[in-house]
């Protein structure tokens, strides 16, 4: 009842089988983790175009305030992160089918996702229910993108019951994810950074501001209608690719966990909580970075002529350097490779104080290390603390859906939070659209948002990471006592 999987894929045809590994492990063929890490692309490439240029599209080309634009961020945030238990409850209840239990919900959720994508680029001809249009499509699209997000990170949990299959299917993933933001950033960037290098510096608003409004507005739409067949090819590949397996790790005498209770104890899981704070603080440091940075390189650092370019650099630097982090936490560790995210600290605080050119370019390049590591560790160390929470119930089974929905809940509510924050901060300091200079405090604003606040975060990130409780010493503990338990 199978279909054959990567017909007329540019790579060879994944086995219908995984070859199986010690210890009744099954090896994931290189196919079998390419197509899983292209079905995360499309996320990636959507949400990359919306971090880097939604906050400047709402400012500039729909002409909200920044309180409204600040209130667009954070509701559709939030939202998303609204979403990740329903969606968590939901899938754990959730039957398997032919196609898998987890597939349906990713497949069936595509259509509207993309429609609420497009929409969220464009400018309606009326003005007085602006905010409530983009309030609506990018809640929508947050909501659609996290009832994808949730089954297809946890599928990680049934592709393989090797660790180190699934720590190399997360590294092809995130490899991919980066490749995604990067094409997307880069997609949107060249399309809409010459009208927006043209038009830079606008006095006074009159009638032929709104009509350049209206041509930019054209050029978003050619933009998000590109994106929208690049997720669209990226989902078919990933479908046709990826073969879903029943859960691997539990007996056939297992019950499943109640959502309620498995919520309780997950949120009662040491290992569990120190991560999620760790990571939650150092995200929201990351999107910081990314929603703030083309208004930063615009309006304080006089590099407007250069963002794409300086975007281009930090996702090229984030993907290349991905394998180069999973060899360091296979060879010292992944608490000791977290040590990396640490990295773009100096160079962000450097380039706030002396906003140069090449510089910037190092800066660039250092943050995309700093953000590669930052996107691997948690979804590789997530799995480990999965795994050490079976070991405490063996008798139980769906959690792993609790598990990732309660992660992303977290982290998307914090960045949510913290992009709002942002945004509030520019209205409360005068930001004002369409004009050539903005006031010194808006410019400092911008700067302690790129620099000072990234930076705390991470720092506080790290810390709380430190009394993490699982080493690479008790992992190994924790597969073989698995492996006698299966």
């Known amino acids: 009842g199978g279909r054959p999987p990567c017909p007329s894929l540019p790579f060879p045809p994944c086995p219908s089988r995984p070859a199986p590994g010690p210890a009744g492990e099954y090896r994931l063929s290189v196919c079998s983790k390419l197509c899983y890490a292209i079905g995360g692309a499309p996320n990636q490439v959507a949400g990359s175009a919306a971090a880097f240029f939604l906050q400047i599209y709402l400012l500039d080309i729909a002409h909200i305030t920044p309180f409204h634009a600040s209130l667009v961020l954070f509701v559709g945030r939030a939202s998303g992160a609204v979403t990740d238990p329903v969606a968590g409850f939901f899938i754990s209840k959730s039957r398997w089918t032919k196609i898998g239990r987890l597939m349906p919900w990713m497949l069936a959720c595509t259509p509207f996702t993309v429609v609420s994508y497009f929409f969220m680029w464009y400018l309606p001809p009326f003005v007085a229910g602006r905010v409530a249009w983009y309030l609506t499509f990018y809640c929508l699209f947050q909501a659609l993108t996290t009832l994808f997000q949730v089954p297809y990170s946890a599928l990680t949990m049934f592709l393989s019951t090797d660790q180190k299959e699934r720590d190399s299917a997360t590294a092809y993933r995130m490899t991919m994810e980066v490749l995604g933001t990067l094409i997307g950033a880069a ?234 924050i942002s945004a509030a901060g520019l209205e409360f300091t005068g930001y004002k659209p369409g004009i050539c200079k903005q006031s010194s405090d808006v410019i400092l604003t911008l700067k302690i948002l790129i620099g000072a606040v990234p930076a705390i975060l991470i720092i506080v990130g790290l810390f709380i990471l430190l009394f993490y409780p699982i080493t690479e010493e008790s992992r190994k503990e924790t597969k073989l006592a698995l492996e006698v338990l299966r």
């Open 187 to 420: 997609l949107q960037g060249q399309i809409v950074a010459s009208a927006h290098v043209s038009h830079h510096c606008t006095m006074n608003l009159s009638v032929n501001t709104t009509s350049h409004f209206i041509s930019l507005h054209d050029v978003y739409m050619i933009a998000a209608g590109v994106i929208v067949g690049v997720y669209l090819l990226g989902i078919v590949i990933f479908f046709l690719g990826v073969k879903e397996k029943d859960d691997p790790y539990a007996l056939t005498s297992d019950r499943a966990i109640p959502f309620c209770k498995g919520l309780r104890l997950t949120m009662k899981h040491g290992p569990y909580v120190k991560l999620t704070a760790s990571f939650l603080l150092i995200s929201t440091a990351v999107q910081l970075e990314q929603s703030n940075f083309v208004l930063f390189c615009t309006h304080a650092a006089d590099l407007h002529n250069h963002f794409q370019y300086l975007v281009a650099t930090i996702l090229v630097s984030s993907a290349v350097s991905i394998p180069f982090w999973q060899k360091i936490l296979q060879r010292f560790g992944k608490k000791c490779a977290a040590c990396g995210i640490s990295w773009m600290i100096p160079f962000a605080v450097m380039l706030v104080t002396i906003p140069d050119l090449i510089l910037a370019y190092f800066v660039a390049f250092f943050s995309g290390l700093s953000i590669a590591a930052s996107l691997l560790l948690p979804w590789s160390m997530l799995p480990d603390v999965v795994d050490n929470f079976r070991l405490q119930n063996p008798h139980r089974k769906g959690h792993e859906t609790i598990f990732y929905s309660s992660y992303v809940f977290f982290t998307k509510m914090s960045t949510g939070i913290g992009l709002g």
